[in-house]
């Protein structure tokens, strides 16, 4: 698988797809389950005569009919638009085979016609299930057959014939039948449908000569049985393609359930932890009450006892000898000063001054400066003869 995984990988680089890792994914997929299928580069091209580089799922894919196994060749085109558009499949037959005529979902030249791909959804449709269903559906409606030669219109040939074609009925291998040359899609299908008649393969099909079976008179009386037959496959056919659209939507949703049951899973352990925190937090809270509520108790309480207990705090500052009452006048003195030079200053530059001119300001503050002076000096006389008292 990771030889086959390298090869895909050289071949899609050298192709444009807009979804590279969806055409990766599916193609190993279907390489997975159907190990006869190579891929390669191909070509498709268009009526108009242009063509496309395409990825080219070249091989075999098994069908069960009557019982036994064959092996359908075939070829999946896959265009740079998948998953949007769908692919197209070609039933490619060798020399000794040629293509039923008025195949339900083969053409005449081999192009593969199925609900699936009328249905096509680049959402959930994939090459591993179109692959299972047209293996499904050609197990029903074989769409090749070995060639037959007839040599003559006589009686006797024509039952010569038909013991030759029901030998191969009985070995597993499907009776051929006349068809149409034309290259037209089955009636069931339109000729719009998901692109398919725009393009035709850059190699046609292997037709041979195949001539027509005379059936005896007495077996047409199992013509009865063969449209039952054929009414049966039909509806065992429609059925089938059902139950892979079923299948798939029942896939999408339960894949949709599992999303919403993890979803629910993490929604409810947040809850759990949400309220876990609302209990923490609603504990907490009562806790900051109580403490407020004692707090408030002893503010209030605090506040009585001063309203009991005012005093006025210059009668509780009083000096204790001559040199603290000297240093208290003159520090206040000091400090009185300091507000007048200030009002003083405020006054001569007020716009409402009339009672201060520049002299009487200059004269004023010369004065109050020299008595600022000595009270500092006297402070500091004071401070230093304390000072070395208590040293």
């Not at 009557?66 to 998953?83: A, D, F, K, M, R």
């Not at 060639?147 to 499907?174: E, I, L, Y």
Request: charged share 20%; glycine share 4%; with cysteine.
């Amino acid at each position: 698988m990771t030889t086959v995984s390298h090869q895909l990988e050289i071949l899609l680089n050298q192709l444009n797809f807009r979804d590279r890792g969806r055409i990766k994914y599916d193609v190993q997929t279907l390489l997975g389950h159907v190990k006869t299928l190579v891929p390669k580069i191909g070509t498709l091209i268009q009526n108009n005569g242009t063509s496309h580089r395409v990825l080219d799922l070249e091989g075999t894919v098994p069908i069960i009919y009557s019982g036994t196994q064959y092996n359908i060749p075939v070829e999946v085109y896959v265009t740079e638009q998948y998953p949007s558009a769908p692919p197209q499949i070609y039933v490619r037959p060798t020399a000794n085979m040629v293509i039923k005529a008025n195949h339900p979902h083969v053409d005449t030249q081999g192009l593969v016609y199925l609900p699936y791909l009328h249905n096509w959804n680049p959402s959930t449709s994939t090459l591993k299930d179109l692959v299972s269903v047209m293996c499904g559906v050609f197990g029903n409606h074989p769409p090749l057959f070995s060639k037959v030669n007839s040599s003559s219109s006589n009686s006797s040939s024509a039952h010569a014939q038909f013991a030759t074609a029901k030998a191969r009925v009985v070995q597993g291998t499907p009776i051929p039948t006349p068809y149409p040359h034309n290259s037209s899609p089955p009636s069931s299908y339109s000729s719009s449908t998901s692109g398919y008649g725009n393009y035709h393969s850059r190699a046609a099909p292997v037709q041979g000569v195949v001539t027509s079976m005379h059936i005896p008179d007495h077996l047409k009386e199992q013509n009865k049985d063969k449209l039952v037959q054929e009414v049966t496959n039909k509806f065992q056919e429609e059925i089938l393609m059902m139950q892979t659209r079923i299948k798939g939507d029942i896939e999408q949703e339960l894949k949709v359930q599992k999303e919403l049951n993890n979803s629910l899973d993490t929604a409810n352990k947040k809850l759990v932890e949400l309220r876990a925190m609302k209990d923490k937090c609603s504990m907490e809270i009562s806790g900051l009450k109580s403490k407020e509520k004692s707090l408030d108790g002893w503010i209030s309480s605090r506040e009585k006892e001063a309203v009991r207990n005012e005093e006025n705090l210059d009668s509780r500052l009083v000096p204790y000898d001559e040199l603290s009452v000297q240093l208290v006048g003159l520090q206040s003195e000091f400090l009185a000063i300091d507000d007048a030079l200030y009002y003083l200053e405020r006054a001569l530059v007020s716009q409402n001054n009339r009672s201060v001119d520049l002299d009487i300001f200059l004269r004023a503050t010369r004065e109050l400066a020299r008595r600022q002076f000595l009270c500092k000096s006297h402070i500091r006389k004071i401070q230093g003869h304390i000072g070395a008292h208590f040293r």
